[in-house]
């Protein structure tokens, strides 16, 4: 055996082991306690390195999870060249800024898609009872939006451009900036911040009961355990809508709200790395249950900072008194057909926009 | 000859608000300073104040005496009673607010047009101390090294950095907290703020050189004592305090619920720009 062939099957191993630790389902590392004896998953954690990963695996990459030399090497930079042509589309339409202000640069994550389970890395099959829902939605859809243009009104803008939330778990994907959370636990709650658009879920473990069906909230009503190593979190109670733009989750669509429960975890698996995990397991929407993780990597940060996000919401006005000025101007505007996403469009829902 | 019975009414209100002024004083001070808190279950010695409170004050009505009020008509025509403010005797050491002669004509303007331009009212980040006394509650999560206050306005919250001093980034409205245990009482510095935030309704405000020396002192098992030494040059003559008593809320099973108030405040702030 060459001395090449010895390294190249030392570096293969290495790669073969570094899959095999991204993907266990049973880390056998042991977090540091707190005083009260649970897992210690304080302090602030970052998505930023799993940017630019699809939700979904390409055909391109069926069967390989993790990419490695040559072929990593330029998916990477494709990756680079995508992240950049929307950097550069979102920051002309609304000045959001130069490519180089987004977190997601440089970002080397080889992993070809989020969703882990099924293991071809694709969202199962929804059910016929699903598909005839998701039908039933577009029409009610189309029948709201009727003729009413981009911008008649606040309304007719997506959640995030009103500052209102990032949805869950959405809120948890890495998008452009802003990837982190903030972790503080009591021995009878546990608190997670996202610093955009600085949500707080305050999370009781003692228990309780879920909040009265008659209680909606955007980020629903969350409980948690622990079990063993891992914080399962469990959320219900969200707000009952049919507006895609409301879409509770990642790829929630085709469910309905009322029967929608989310569960996460959170599992401390090395020093500086928590894996997130949310699980989808509606046997009336999809064919079997499905899993996306991300590996939430420990900030050196002490705080998040203060996303102050409607306070400084000018994008909205210029957005609005943008629209009157172009109806002025061009009067056949007032009576055009509006063309609107279907709530199928997944660019609706894409966390990275 | 009425209006003058109507000042000299006015006057015995004064002195009576002021009577029970000095008599709620003196009855905050029962449980006193020789409350000893219950400790943190793990054991590190501290004052445990893990829990959700609230203020019943007219605090965020107004800082200082004040007789109730309405809004202007053009309010009232749409709100009813519920556009008035109850009156409420001050929370102010000493009564008064010290402006600066110039800084009283904006905190006179900020009142006049205080039902467009309050924060609150635009679902603002509220700021420190009026998160504090804002008629909603807010929880504490104590912790080893942070103490998290949330509120439930606006899903604002802040990061009291007790295991070392964490200088701010930016300023920011919620400002930047450090804090430290004097015995029972936690006390926190509050720097760096942007200046949009306000301290009441009435349009009290500050610049951003304010800082808030804020310290929670347990008084019995369902109060504690809150009092925010305020400090801002280009506002204030000199600094000044407020004294606020907090509230355990005791139901059972309660729980923060979301204010997500945007929705609330974006026919007032984008109204003009809707399609008509």
């Given at each position: 055996m060459s001395r090449r062939t010895v390294a190249f099957v030392a570096v293969l191993a290495l790669a073969v082991l570094a899959s095999v630790r991204l993907l266990a389902q049973t880390p056998s590392f042991s977090p540091p306690k707190l005083p009260w004896g649970h897992p210690d998953i304080q302090g602030v954690w970052t998505s930023d390195e799993e940017s630019g990963v699809p939700f979904e695996r390409p055909a391109q990459f069926a069967n390989k999870p993790i990419l490695e030399g040559k072929e990593l090497e330029d998916y990477l930079k494709r990756r680079e060249l995508e992240r950049a042509r929307t950097a550069n589309f979102g920051g002309g339409i609304t000045g959001a800024g130069p490519v180089h202000w987004y977190e997601w640069w440089g970002r080397k994550s080889a992993r070809t898609s989020l969703i882990v389970d099924p293991p071809d890395g694709k969202i199962p099959p929804m059910t016929a009872e699903a598909k005839a829902r998701e039908a039933q939605m577009e029409k009610e859809w189309a029948a709201k939006v009727g003729d009413r243009g981009p911008a008649?009104?606040?309304?007719?803008?997506?959640?995030?451009d009103r500052c209102i939330m990032r949805n869950l778990a959405g809120v948890m994907f890495p998008g452009g900036y802003g990837n982190n959370a903030q972790i503080v636990q009591t021995p009878t709650h546990v608190a997670i911040l996202n610093e955009m658009i600085h949500e707080v879920r305050v999370i009781p473990l003692d228990g309780r009961p879920h909040l009265s069906p008659a209680v909606r909230q955007w980020y629903g009503d969350s409980r948690a355990r622990w079990d063993g190593n891992t914080l399962v979190v469990e959320t219900t109670n969200f707000k009952d809508t049919t507006d895609p733009r409301m879409d509770i989750s990642v790829r929630n669509r085709g469910s309905w709200p009322e029967s929608f429960r989310l569960i996460e975890k959170f599992t401390r698996v090395s020093p500086d790395t928590v894996r997130y995990e949310i699980t989808r397991d509606d046997p009336k929407t999809w064919t079997r249950p499905w899993t996306a993780m991300l590996e939430l990597k420990k900030s050196p940060a002490e705080y998040l900072f203060e996303y102050a996000c409607h306070e400084g919401n000018i994008g909205m006005e210029n957005?609005?008194?943008?629209?009157?000025?172009?109806?002025?101007?061009?009067?056949a505007l007032l009576t055009r057909k509006a063309v609107r996403k279907s709530p199928n469009d997944d660019s609706a829902e894409n966390p990275d926009r | 000859m009425r209006n003058k019975l109507h000042a000299a009414g006015c006057c015995v209100a004064v002195s009576l608000a002021v009577t029970v002024?000095?008599?709620?004083?003196a009855l905050a001070q029962v449980g006193g300073p020789e409350y000893k808190a219950p400790r943190t279950s793990w054991g590190d010695g501290k004052p445990d104040l893990n829990g959700i409170w609230q203020a019943m004050s007219p605090a965020n009505w107004d800082l200082e005496d004040h007789a109730s009020y309405g809004a202007p008509s053009s309010v009232l025509a749409v709100t009813g009673t519920v556009g008035a403010s109850p009156g409420g005797y001050g929370v102010v050491d000493g009564g008064k607010i010290p402006y600066k002669p110039e800084a009283l004509a904006q905190r006179?303007?900020?009142f006049e047009n205080r039902w467009t331009t309050d924060p609150e009212l635009k679902c603002w980040a509220p700021g420190i101390p009026r998160a504090t006394y804002l008629p909603y509650p807010f929880q504490i999560l104590q912790s080893t090294t942070k103490i998290l206050m949330t509120y439930e306005f606006a899903k604002s919250s802040r990061t009291i950095h007790m295991d070392?001093?964490?200088p701010a980034p930016v300023p920011q409205y919620m400002g930047q907290s450090n804090g430290r245990w004097e015995g029972d009482t936690l006390v926190v510095e509050v720097t760096d703020f942007r200046e949009e935030t306000w301290f009441d309704r009435a349009g009290n405000y500050h610049s951003d050189e304010l800082r808030v020396t804020e310290r929670f002192t347990p008084s019995s098992p369902y109060h504690m004592m809150y009092e925010a030494t305020i400090q801002d040059p280009k506002v204030f003559t000199g600094p000044w305090k407020i004294t606020v008593p907090l509230y355990?809320?005791?139901e059972r099973n309660l729980q923060l619920l979301e204010f997500n108030c945007v929705p609330f405040s974006e026919d007032l702030i984008y109204g003009q720009w809707k399609r008509r």
């Open positions: 008649d009104s606040w309304e007719d803008r997506e959640l995030w957005i609005l008194s943008g629209a009157r000025v172009e109806e002025k101007e061009n009067p | 002024l000095t008599m709620s004083a006179k303007q900020n070392k001093k964490v355990r809320r005791v």
